[in-house]
């Protein structure tokens, strides 16, 4: 059931809050209304990348349970399920991208929604970085985007949408992971630009930009050193972000991330490189806090 606005103890809040408070209130309102359509995707052809992994599984889940039809791309071949197809394809390789679309064009006429979930990431220091781990992170994380974004344009439907699931780390540079921060700014950089040149196709284009999520890639992630900023906050669970992913799908979002706060302060510290530098060492104590808790499996956040 949708809340009622008056059941919100938003007007409590005092002051120049409010005002934030109750778009807030309005947009938590949008969403729950959002969520009560079952039948959202109904006759939607959606295109998924990344949809094996911790994020793309409860994205799937939930698009099927919307109705959408869905085309995941994967190195996995897995059976066919009702409303699930799989196009192999190698994210790595632009053959297979070129291939893959191909494949998605023989089977569907239109495509009304692309979500560009796949990533990978590998924490090296810069001087220690090797090839190969260069070259990857930047072809899962950046090219295949574009290439895949590229291929599969002139079959997306006028109306339809296209989803970019980036990283806080487009807004806030990760020391360690330079190459992943490279790739996820990167994305950024050509979500805007496409978000102007596909307005008269009126193809709506959207990023999103979680914080750190209870997936395999934040456990491999970690395994191999990486950053403790990634549980300043305790780690989304998948099937939230998805849940934004969703609406991100279904509304005019451009950009999302997970609070006001970390969309504020983010982008005061991209403007500032000294107030970055003042909350580094606050992060971090934070962020070993937050490992620590994580590591006694304390419970994600909601
Ligand atoms: N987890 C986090 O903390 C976090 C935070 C912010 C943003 N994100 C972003 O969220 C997205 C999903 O992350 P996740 O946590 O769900 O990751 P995950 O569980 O590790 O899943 C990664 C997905 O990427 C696909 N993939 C990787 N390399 C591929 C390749 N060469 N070709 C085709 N597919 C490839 C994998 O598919 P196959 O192996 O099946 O082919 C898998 O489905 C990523 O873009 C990531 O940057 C994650």
């Given at each position: 059931m949708t809340k009622q606005l008056?059941?919100?103890?938003?007007?409590r809040v005092s002051g120049a809050t409010t005002g934030i408070a109750l778009r807030e209130v309005r947009r938590s309102l949008e969403k729950s209304a959002l969520n009560?359509?079952?039948?959202?995707?109904?006759g939607r052809v959606a295109v998924v990348t990344g949809a094996t992994g911790g994020i793309g599984q409860a994205l799937v889940r939930r698009m099927r349970a919307r109705g959408y039809t869905i085309i995941i791309l994967s190195r996995q071949a897995r059976a066919a399920s009702p409303g699930i197809n799989t196009v192999m394809c190698d994210l790595t390789d632009s053959g297979s991208i070129t291939q893959a679309a191909a494949d998605i064009a023989a089977h569907t006429p239109k495509v009304d929604v692309l979500v560009h979930c796949a990533g990978i990431i590998t924490p090296q220091a810069v001087g220690e970085l090797d090839s190969a781990t260069i070259a990857s992170q930047i072809a899962v994380d950046l090219t295949a985007p574009i290439e895949l974004t590229n291929a599969l344009l002139p079959i997306m439907r006028r109306g339809g949408h296209i989803v970019f699931v980036n990283s806080m780390a487009a807004a806030f540079p990760l020391a360690g992971s330079s190459v992943y921060t490279a790739a996820k700014f990167g994305l950024r950089g050509f979500a805007r630009a496409l978000e102007q040149e596909l307005r008269p196709r009126r193809i709506q284009v959207s990023s999103i930009y979680p914080a750190s999520v209870n997936t395999p890639m934040l456990s491999q992630e970690m395994a191999a050193g990486?950053?403790?900023?990634?549980?300043i906050d305790p780690p989304q669970e998948p099937d939230v972000t998805a849940g934004r992913i969703l609406e991100c799908c279904e509304r005019g979002s451009r950009e999302v991330f997970s609070s006001v706060f970390d969309k504020l302060f983010t982008h005061a510290c991209l403007t500032s490189m000294r107030l970055l530098n003042l909350s580094l060492p606050i992060m971090k104590l934070l962020g070993r806090r937050g490992y620590r808790r994580y590591q006694r499996g304390l419970t994600p956040r909601p």
């Open positions: 008056a059941e919100y103890p938003v007007w009560e359509k079952p039948g959202a995707g109904e990486g950053s403790i900023y990634n549980f």
